[in-house]
């Protein structure tokens, strides 16, 4: 490979991607147009033909580590437009109440709800107008044969062989791909199922087609046992996803009868029940699915196979950053292959070592995430910090950031986010110490005289 990233004719050409999902088709367009040749092998039908993806999250979050990656292959600009802007949150308290919690201070700080099944669509066909991409639908990864360098591909209850001069496993959470890759490695992997579950419910657009609720924001019904969030679509309709127990007293187990679906909503949720009339028809047809956390090391196999996305670190889904760290992932890999030119291996090494510590923390990040808004956006307490928190940013835009801003508004790594979100507490903690101690003090001065 020549210094600007150009191949030359003893680079590898031809590179088998197993995955075509957000990151597989995001590196299928962006490689090919870096002279490599492509092939995706996706265990799916292909998603332009039958249409949306079920069960799965329908809409996503994208902000600023995702657009900076479209920016990068040239895509944001035929992406925005499918997408709908929210400028922050509305919290549903259970009294039927509502309040407004913006993003962040300046006006770009605002978060992107686009469609899955419309972003999917529109990489596949981006990629596969590129010279040099064969989308293989209906193809399953198997296994890997690392000593020959082939994989194990079936489709239509066939397996073959396909040999690969380099392969990306971009197959999701629930991976063939990585466990082929460690396998007699000294390899690392954990895994966390959430108690809690989702199921996905479609709040309609009123009659005149314009939205029930604000549809330039994202709308969270938080409670210690249950959650909502609402993503708006551009029809304005919204995505609900309720996230619940998977079991015990009102979870997804025990709510199975009609009368059982509308006693949880009322309990809980009582101001959506009237704007859901199908409820229980969406409620019983609607999966439930589960949530998975996982971290994984290594990420690569020599110069031959490399991790990207959810199959390197799949995160709960509570801080929105799922595909915009898949996306990150895709560039921090496109940037390493133009560094070290030929040299494969360094590459995938400088790759990992770039991103794998970022994606540990964010695993963290958003598991916290989760008490954050299932509980904490209702507090008073958490409420105060969090205008404190904005009101210290307009006062000191270069040097105090909320965590939220950093993670979600810039491309700052996560785990220098949350360092300096970690001393910007100690400094509010000192603070308010301080002044508990002044306040005790003048109480103690006024009490002696
Ligand atoms: C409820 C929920 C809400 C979410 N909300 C957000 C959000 O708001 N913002 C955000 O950034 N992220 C969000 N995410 C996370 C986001 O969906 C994922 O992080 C993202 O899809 C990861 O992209 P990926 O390409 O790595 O994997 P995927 O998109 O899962 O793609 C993997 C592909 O590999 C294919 N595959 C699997 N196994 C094989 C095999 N053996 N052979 C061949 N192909 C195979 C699959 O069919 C799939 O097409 C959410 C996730 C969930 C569950």
């Known amino acids: 490979m020549t210094a600007d990233g150009t191949l030359t004719k003893d680079d590898s050409r031809r590179v088998a991607i197993v995955g075509g999902g957000l990151a597989g088709s995001l590196l299928a367009l962006a490689l090919s147009e870096r002279g490599y040749g492509v092939d995706v092998y996706e265990r799916r039908e292909d998603p332009r033909v039958d249409g949306a993806e ?37 919290i549903h308290a259970p009294d039927g109440s509502t309040r407004f919690q913006p993003y962040g201070k300046n006006r770009g700080e605002v978060l992107y ?67 082929e890759m460690q396998r007699g490695m000294r390899a690392d992997y954990h895994q966390e199922y959430l108690e809690w579950g989702y199921k996905e419910l479609t709040l309609a657009a009123g009659p005149d087609g314009e939205s029930v609720i604000d549809q330039t924001a994202l709308h969270v019904w938080p409670r210690a046992h249950g959650l909502f969030v609402s993503h708006p679509n551009r029809d304005g309709s919204h995505t609900l996803t309720l996230f619940l127990p998977h079991e015990g007293a009102d979870s997804f187990e025990t709510t199975k009868t009609p009368d059982d679906i509308r006693a949880l909503f009322q309990k809980y949720f009582p101001d959506l029940l009237p704007m859901l009339p199908g409820l229980v028809g969406q409620w019983t047809s609607r999966p439930t699915g589960s949530l998975l956390t996982t971290k994984t090391a290594p990420w690569r196999f020599d110069d031959w ?36 030119g030929g040299d494969r291996a360094a590459a995938f090494a400088a790759y990992e070592q770039a ?38 940013n307009r006062l000191m835009p270069k040097t105090w950031l909320p965590i939220y801003t950093m993670v979600s508004h810039t491309t700052m790594p996560y785990a220098d986010a949350r360092a300096r979100a970690l001393k910007q507490d100690r400094i509010l903690g000192a603070a308010a110490a301080a002044l508990v101690g002044m306040i005790g003090g003048g109480l103690w001065w006024v009490m002696r005289h």
């Open 305 to 340: 196979m490399v991790l990207v996305g959810d199959s390197a670190h799949a995160v709960y889904p509570f801080y929105g950053q799922g595909m915009n760290s898949a996306f990150e992932d895709c560039s921090a890999l496109l940037s390493a292959l133009k560094t070290h």
């Open 355 to 392: 991103r794998r510590p970022q994606t540990d923390v964010l695993m963290e990040l958003s598991k916290a995430n989760f008490v954050e808004l299932r509980q904490k956006v209702s507090s008073p307490w958490f409420v105060a910090r969090k205008r404190l928190d904005v009101a210290l």
């Open 113 to 179: 709800s686009i469609d899955r099944s419309e972003l999917i669509r529109l990489l596949l066909d981006r990629a596969e107008r590129q010279p040099g991409v064969t989308l293989h639908f209906d193809h399953r990864l198997l296994s890997v044969d690392k000593g020959r360098r082939e994989l194990e591909i079936e489709t239509g209850g066939t397996a073959r062989r396909v040999a690969a001069d380099w392969v990306i496993c971009a197959d999701g959470a629930f991976s063939r791909c990585r466990p």
């Open 54 to 90: 079920g069960g799965r999250s329908i809409n996503l979050g994208l902000s600023k580590r995702g657009i900076q990656a479209l920016t990068e292959v040239g895509l944001i600009d035929v992406v925005m437009p499918l997408t709908v802007v929210m400028r922050g949150r509305v």
